[in-house]
T-cell receptor, first 110, second 114 residues
Framework: SQKIEQNSEALNIQEGKTATLTCNYT??????LQWYRQDPGRGPVFLLL?????KEKRKERLKVTFDTTLKQSLFHITASQPADSATYLC?????????FGTGTRLQVFP | DTEVTQTPKHLVMGMTNKKSLKCEQH?????MYWYKQKAKKPPELMFV???????INESVPSRFSPECPNSSLLNLHLHALQPEDSALYLC?????????????FGEGSRLTVL
């Protein structure tokens, strides 16, 4: 069956450290993968998109990698801040629709 | 204008009521979506509209009835809902469905069914 799993339901890290979130998928062949941030009670907000022919994408303190052989994407937040605390969702394309992973709740403490 | 606007923000309804959720975007996007999200779970796709036509229905019960009156508006009509339908209903839009790029989400409508 098709699955998109984010390996940690919750991740706690100290301010200033790098947070690394993982997204693994099975039985998909996505042309792209996206990452979203969601704050409690609000809609997801797009962060980054990476295509299957791209190994890495960066935006300010964010970095995403995409390994189609391992069927995995890694999402890094460097120099993390308490304001980065949120749920992070990966999402990939599955036949004209975007399917979301299980999400990781990141808590950055001072 | 890069906003997706959803109304109402909160809705409480009984199982015999009929209500509607509304969604509006003015970005010229031709794809619009309804997602349902339960607490601590990811958004689950319900419906996709492409160029104002229903292109995907994820086997959603008929008590949920989507409507796309024009390219800027998306409605979700609710009738005879069950308490387990209580959730955050998210509307989203994208430039198209084939290679949509980012989805723009509204803030959601929090539905409680009594």
């Amino acid at each position: 069956s098709q699955k998109i799993e984010q390996n940690s339901e919750a991740l706690n890290i100290q301010e200033g450290k790098t947070a690394t979130l993982t997204c693994n998928y099975t039985n998909y062949s996505p042309a792209y993968l996206q990452w979203y941030r969601q704050d409690p009670g609000r809609g997801p907000v797009f962060l980054l998109l990476i295509r299957e022919n791209e190994k890495e994408k960066r935006k300010e303190r964010l970095k995403v990698t995409f390994d189609t052989t391992l069927k995995q994407s890694l999402f890094h937040i460097t120099a993390s801040q308490p304001a980065d605390s949120a749920t992070y969702l990966c999402a990939l394309d599955g036949a004209d629709k975007l399917i979301f992973g299980t999400g990781t709740r990141l808590q950055v403490f001072p | 204008d890069t906003e997706v606007t959803q109304t109402p923000k909160h809705l409480v309804m009984g199982m015999t009521n009929k209500k509607s959720l509304k969604c509006e975007q003015h970005m010229g996007h031709r794809a619009m979506y309804w997602y349902k999200q339960k607490a601590k779970k990811p958004p689950e796709l319900m419906f996709v509209y492409s160029y104002e036509k229903l292109s995907i229905n994820e086997s959603v019960p008929s008590r949920f009835s989507p409507e796309c009156p024009n390219s800027s508006l998306l409605n979700l009509h609710l009738h005879a809902l069950q308490p387990e339908d209580s959730a955050l209903y998210l509307c989203a839009s994208s430039r198209n469905t084939g290679d949509p790029g980012e989805l723009f989400f509204g803030e959601g409508s929090r539905l409680t069914v009594l």
